[in-house]
Nanobody
Framework: VQLVESGGGSVQAGGSLKLSCAGR????????MGWFRQATGKAREGVAT?????????AESVKGRFTASHDNADGNENLYLQMNSLKPEDTAMYYC?????????????????WGQGTQVTVSS
């Protein structure tokens, strides 16, 4: 299984970024995916997750600002995160995660597969 994130970068507060994650070579057709982030010196936390039947869970800190979505374009399991009204506290390494066997509950981090991460930096 391979997860490749893209779309990170630097932006000023109030700006927007869209992250993408292309997942391929899963063993099963039902895949749950999620976005997680880790700021320097802090624990990794859940941002948004999508179950295999399309249920989306958001962290309270990003509700109303971030939108997660999923499609199967190009034969991949693609996960996106549209981030609007970005704040300096959104600065972190953002990771894509996926699992084709077990779908973790809510923002739990029990995913089997993880990407390398993409950095998001928001300046004030």
């Amino acid at each position: 299984v391979q997860l490749v994130e893209s779309g990170g970068g630097s932006v000023q507060a109030g700006g927007s970024l869209k992250l993408s994650c292309a997942g391929r070579n899963f063993y099963q057709s039902s895949v749950c995916m999620g976005w997680f982030r880790q700021a320097t010196g802090k624990a990794r936390e859940g941002v948004a997750t999508i179950t295999d039947d399309g249920k989306i869970t958001y962290a309270e800190s990003v509700k109303g600002r971030f939108t997660a979505s999923h499609d199967n374009a190009d034969g991949n399991e693609n996960l996106y995160l549209q981030m609007n009204s970005l704040k300096p506290e959104d600065t972190a390494m953002y990771y894509c995660a996926a699992d084709d066997v077990y779908c973790p509950f809510g923002l739990d981090q029990g995913y089997n597969y993880w990407g390398q991460g993409t950095q998001v930096t928001v300046s004030s």
